[in-house]
């Protein structure tokens, strides 16, 4: 049994490394799916097995443990960047302002909060008290990338290899974290008197009358006068709103539209519009009508067909730029994104992974869907040159020093800040450069869950031999308070706040502290005391900036104050 017994313990070899990464992360992800009162600590257990296999002494090299833990993090805050990156401006839109500004305050009431601990409850002569106390800030908000930013930035400062181990703190924090965060809200509920029921009933309200930009099909017949040997361009230019003509019934013949095509008193026309603008371009053009397309002589038999775009060179180029209707003979009606109808605006940029909406003669469809790619089996391909190119532009950009004067060490933003902000843009802006960025859901969740279980289970088992004396024999049971205080204190400061001045719905409000703690948990809660989808546009107005500024304050925090 000796081959056996070799395995467990030596630890210079492949096998086990393999080992003992393959028992923490399985141990960890499967007790991480046990649920007490609901509410489940997810991914994040395997810290905590991580942890207990360092102090029975189950580990391994240092140089492979700090390779494995680095790649991680760099891997995990890439994917988050490239699913955040699409809609990180976008957010700042339609109310979003004001959200990611409390989000903001809240973040920054974190670190006041976290200070004042470290001030009142600890001795300030250690300099080992700050970055633990760092550590259980992370903790306190469930904020992982932002404890290994914080952990990376620690390797600059102490370069005589005594390095906190932050994770403690961390592990110490993060359980009642998660309860914290989902207390504070419900206690923000009582604070405010609000009404549950009131507020899903304001919501079907605002839903009711703020029908943004879905699109609206409608069969039109023309009776303005003004509009007799108009063309379809000159319609547009009147109205100046997008809408989209697919069918044109002209003294009993149907046909596809262009922007030469004229008018006349009488014609049925079918359009596609901004719903939002539905009740301008009927008052505009005439009455709608019942008209069944289908009953009519057609002498250019036409088909609607869903198209997937997946041709890289369509990447990036915009709707109004392609001529459809001249050179194709088809529209676009509508397109779908992530699950979302858009609009076919001729502002829009095609995305790989777009489905278009074509409507138009069979012939001619097909070709457009020649044109598109339209091969779903292209989907299943994962795009890897452009998570490695930009993984490589982030560590160049990332290990850029910026000397700031009274600061001991440059400024950089390191592994988890420099990566984070290149995947970003490269999210948002990629197609310009012909990077296509599109992964499928399934993918960047693994590649993220992956990375962050490597991430923490080399922090779990590097700070496992010391965690007991941490917790027992240290502070842990500080750590445990001081951390249940960063949690709820800027919530029940903020909270109340955005229901009474901002007079945001509750709901959204619950969604907004979820996303601003990057804590799905508390996400899960929100969306199960809600019926509509305020809570989830809450907490993805304000994740993007959130998981940002987390990892970005991690580093300010210890360059600036660990030094």
């Not at 008018?263 to 709608?288: M, Y």
Request: aromatic residues 10%; charged residues 15%.
């Amino acid at each position: 049994m000796d081959w056996f017994i070799n395995l467990f313990t030596t630890q210079d070899t492949v096998a086990h490394i393999v080992l003992l990464y393959g028992i923490v992360i399985a141990c960890g992800v499967l007790l991480g799916k046990l649920k007490i009162g609901g509410i489940s600590l997810g991914v994040t257990f395997v810290l905590f097995c991580g942890i207990l296999a360092g102090h029975v002494g189950f580990t391994g090299p240092t140089s492979i443990l700090n390779f494995l833990q680095d790649f991680g993090l760099i891997l995990f805050v890439f994917c988050i960047g490239l699913q955040v990156g699409p809609g990180f401006f976008e957010s700042f839109k339609k109310g979003g302002i004001a959200l990611n500004g409390l989000s903001t305050v809240i973040i920054l009431l974190n670190i006041l909060v976290m200070f004042a601990c470290y001030y009142i409850f600890f001795d300030t002569s250690n300099k080992m008290n700050l970055p633990m106390m760092i550590g259980v800030l992370f903790g306190a908000v469930t904020n992982t990338p932002g404890l290994g930013a914080a952990n990376e930035a620690l390797n600059s400062v102490f370069t005589n290899g005594q390095v906190p181990q932050i994770a403690n703190g961390y592990a110490c924090a993060y359980p009642l974290g998660v309860l914290g965060i989902i207390g504070a809200t419900i206690l923000i509920r009582y604070i405010t008197k609000t009404d549950i029921k009131k507020e899903e009933e304001e919501l079907e309200a605002e839903e009711a009358a703020n029908p943004h930009a879905k699109p609206k099909v409608l069969t039109l017949e023309v009776s303005n006068t003004y509009l007799a040997g108009r063309t379809l361009m000159q319609v547009c230019e009147f109205l100046g709103r997008d809408i989209v003509c697919t069918r044109l019934l002209h003294n009993g013949n149907i046909t596809i539209p262009n922007k030469n095509t004229t008018f006349e008193v009488g014609d049925k026309v079918h359009i596609v519009c901004a719903e939002a603008d539905t009740e301008a371009i009927k008052a505009f053009i005439g009455p709608e009508t019942d008209f069944e397309w289908d009953s009519a002589k057609d002498t250019q038999p036409m088909i609607s067909k869903r198209i997937i775009v997946t041709n890289p060179k369509m990447n990036g180029k915009t709707l109004g730029k392609m001529h459809f209707s001249s050179v194709y003979g088809v529209n676009i009606t509508r397109i779908t994104r992530q699950g979302m109808d858009l609009f076919a605006s001729r502002n829009h940029h095609f995305h790989i992974g777009d489905r278009i909406m074509v409507v138009g003669r069979e012939e001619n469809v097909n070709r457009v869907a020649e044109l598109m790619g339209n091969s779903a089996r292209r989907l299943n391909v994962p795009n890897i040159a452009t998570i490695f190119i930009g993984i490589v532009i982030g560590i160049l950009f990332g290990s850029i020093p910026i000397a700031i004067p009274g600061v001991p060490v440059p400024l950089k933003l390191g592994l988890a800040g420099g990566p984070l902000i290149i995947a970003i843009l490269i999210g948002r802006f990629g197609y310009r450069i012909k990077l296509v960025t599109y992964t499928t859901t399934s993918a960047n969740m693994m590649l993220r869950e992956m990375g962050l279980a490597l991430f923490l289970a080399s922090v779990g088992i590097k700070a496992g031999a010391g965690f007991v004396n941490t917790v027992v024999q240290g502070d842990g049971l500080l750590y445990v308070l001081t951390g249940f205080l960063i949690t709820i204190i800027p919530i029940l400061i903020i909270g109340p706040i955005a229901r009474w001045k901002f007079k945001f719905n509750y709901f959204t409000i619950m969604g907004m502290i979820a996303g601003t703690y990057t804590d799905p948990p508390a996400l899960a809660y929100a969306n199960a005391s809600c019926s509509k989808e305020a809570p989830a546009i809450g907490y993805s107005t304000v994740y993007p900036l959130s998981m940002f500024l987390r990892i970005f304050t991690a580093q300010i925090c210890v360059l600036f104050f660990c030094g």
